[in-house]
Structure formats: structure tokens, C-alpha cells
């Protein structure tokens, strides 16, 4: 029998656990001469407001060990454009679309989200209350129980879409922010945002990123990551996405026995945009090995009885 990749997020069925992250797959059919959308799980839009933005300006990378920090500023083409311009062809694609929606108001969310509901073909919202770039609105929400909740249930009250909140790391207590965006009625949480992070150049004694602050991302953040998925999974019954740092099928596996349903590959695609066939490949020769048909059933498997002790 063929392996049974798929993975069910809330209403949604998706043939595999392999989502592209936000930020780092541009409105996905950028992507679409390297990768077959419609192979993938889904794809998340890069961060949408109502209006367009410009973001921050260059330089706005930075490369760092094992990671990178950016601070883009969510410059983006606002929903309307990506309703008329990108979603037709996303459609058309086969991709599963996931919408990551910015907001400087609660009310801004909320429209955004009707806007969304309104189009044909957007599978689900991940409402980004977690980007560490901007000043106004989004991670203030996130960075509050309080903000978490209400602008969870605004939205929730607006739209019928699969509502996926996207939690940020700089909290003391992830897994409190999980289970109130659950209490307001989310479908599923994602996790994680990157990291409040700067780089500074010794030379010029100035910041590398015109922002000076920015996100850490990539595999120096993933055993954090892993760490807050897990302690997500012990409080909250809805579904969680996890990423941070994702590079092939073993990392993905160390996600879902934490707890993870699906995954997103973020980074990871600027340095190889050819690692989805790789890491679907990884897990089928996993599940072979191990004798899995059934790739969720390892979700939450995590045994943490300590490993025996090896003696020199
Ligand atoms: C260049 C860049 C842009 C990003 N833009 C967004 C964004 O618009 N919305 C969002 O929710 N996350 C954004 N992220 C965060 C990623 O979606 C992801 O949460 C984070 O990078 C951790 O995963 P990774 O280590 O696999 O990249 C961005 C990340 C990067 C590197």
C-alpha cells in the first residue's frame, strides 16, 4: 500500500504535511518553474494589509550562523491586488493557498479577513500577529493574552476560513498564547515567528539591517522552536503547524513527534527552493523503515524517557 502522507488541519485535508512558509515563497507562483504548487501541502502568502506597503528600506538581510535576520517591514501588494492578480492563478495551480493577514487595527484584521472570504480559493488564514518588524499593530496583539484573544474572535466572528493564528517566540509562555487563541475560536495554531535578533558591523560600529532590530531565522532557532511545539501540544487540542528552521525530512519528524501536524519550510527555501521533493522523499523512506502507512499517526509521539547515558 502507498504511504498516507496527508494530514487534516482543522476542515482541511491536505495530501501532505509540507506547508511554504510565509515571507519565503513570495505569492508561491514565483515559485512555480522549480516546484509543482499543487505537490505541496499548501503555501502561505507573504503578509497582506489592506493597502500596499513599500517595507523597510535595503539592507534588510542579514546572514548569521546557521540563520539569517530579516527585517522586510511587510512590504506587500495589499489583499485587493493579490485577490485580482495572484489567487486566480494560485487557483489555477492546483496550490492549496493559505493567507498570512497583517493588521495595524483589530478592525484592519477583521476587513482583511472579510475580504479574504468573500474571494474563491483561499484555504485558510493564518492571521500573523507575531512579526517582530513592525511598530504598529501585529505583534502587539501577540505579545498580549488579552490582544490574542480579542482579535482572534473578531476575526473568528467574520469569517467562515479555517483560522490559523500565528504565534511569536519573544514570550515568556508560548503555549498560554495557543490556548487563548483556541478559547477564541482558532482551528489551528502556527508557530513560530522568528526571533527578536540584531547583528552589528564591528567596522562601522552601525547596524547591518537598516531596521537595527530584526527576525532571526533558520536552523539556529529550531530547537527552540521544537521546545515551544511541544509545550503547545501538552495545553492545546487543535491542531499546530510548526517551523523554525526546517532543512529535510528529520527535522520535519522532530516537528511532528513534538506535536506538529503540519510543518512550514521557510528559510530553507533560499538556500535550496528544490528541498520539497527531498524532504517528502525523507519521509517516505521514514515510514518505510519504521513500518508507518499512516504518516499522522506519528504526531505527539514524542517519548521523553531520557536517552541511556553513553559511557566514554
Ligand atoms: C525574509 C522573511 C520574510 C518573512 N515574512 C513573513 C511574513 O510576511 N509573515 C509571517 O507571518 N512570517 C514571515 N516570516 C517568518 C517565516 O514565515 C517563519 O515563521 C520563520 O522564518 C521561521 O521559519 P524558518 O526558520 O523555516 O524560516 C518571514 C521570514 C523571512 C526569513
Not at 485587493?80 to 492563478?89: A, G
Not at 528529520?250 to 527555501?269: K, P, S, Y
Not at 517516505?284 to 508507518?292: K, L, S
Request: charged share 20%; aromatic share 6%.
Amino acid at each position: 500500500m502507498a504511504p498516507d502522507l496527508s494530514v487534516q488541519i482543522g476542515s482541511l485535508t491536505l495530501p501532505n504535511p509540507l506547508i511554504a512558509a510565509s515571507g519565503c515563497f513570495g505569492y508561491g507562483l514565483e515559485y512555480e518553474q522549480v516546484v509543482d504548487l499543487s505537490s505541496l501541502g499548501g503555501i502561505v502568502s507573504k503578509g497582506l494589509f489592506m493597502k500596499e506597503r513599500q517595507g523597510h528600506a535595503p539592507p534588510r538581510i542579514v546572514e548569521t550562523p546557521a540563520g539569517m535576520i530579516n527585517a522586510i517591514g511587510l512590504q506587500g501588494i495589499g489583499v485587493h491586488r493579490f485577490v485580482n492578480e495572484k489567487l486566480p492563478l494560485l487557483r489555477k495551480a492546483g496550490a492549496r493557498t493559505f493567507v498570512n493577514v497583517c493588521g495595524t487595527t483589530l478592525d484592519e484584521y477583521v476587513e482583511v479577513c472579510k475580504v479574504l472570504s468573500d474571494a474563491e480559493g483561499v484555504a485558510a488564514i493564518e492571521l500573523n500577529i507575531s512579526c517582530p518588524n513592525i511598530k504598529e499593530g501585529g505583534i502587539q496583539f501577540g505579545c498580549s493574552l488579552n490582544g490574542t484573544y480579542d482579535v482572534v474572535s473578531a476575526v473568528r466572528e467574520a469569517t467562515t476560513l479555517p483560522l490559523i493564528p500565528k504565534l511569536t517566540p519573544n514570550v515568556t509562555d508560548v503555549a498560554s498564547f495557543a490556548r487563548a487563541a483556541e478559547d477564541a475560536g482558532a482551528d489551528a495554531v502556527s508557530l513560530v515567528n522568528t526571533f527578536l535578533a540584531m547583528a552589528i558591523d564591528v567596522e562601522t560600529r552601525r547596524p547591518k539591517i537598516s531596521n537595527v532590530l530584526g527576525g532571526l531565522s533558520g536552523p539556529a532557532i529550531r530547537p527552540i522552536a521544537v521546545r515551544m511545539v511541544w509545550e503547545c501540544f501538552q495545553l492545546v487540542k487543535i491542531p499546530i503547524i510548526g517551523m523554525g528552521g526546517i532543512t529535510d525530512a528529520r527535522d520535519t519528524l522532530e516537528f511532528m513527534l513534538a506535536g506538529a501536524t503540519a510543518v512550514q519550510i521557510g528559510t530553507q527555501n533560499f538556500v535550496d527552493p528544490f528541498v520539497w521533493s527531498k524532504v517528502l522523499d525523507g519521509l517516505t523512506d521514514y515510514m518505510n523503515r519504521h513500518q508507518i502507512t499512516k504518516l499522522s499517526e506519528v504526531v505527539g509521539t514524542f517519548d521523553p524517557t531520557p536517552p541511556k547515558a553513553v559511557h566514554a
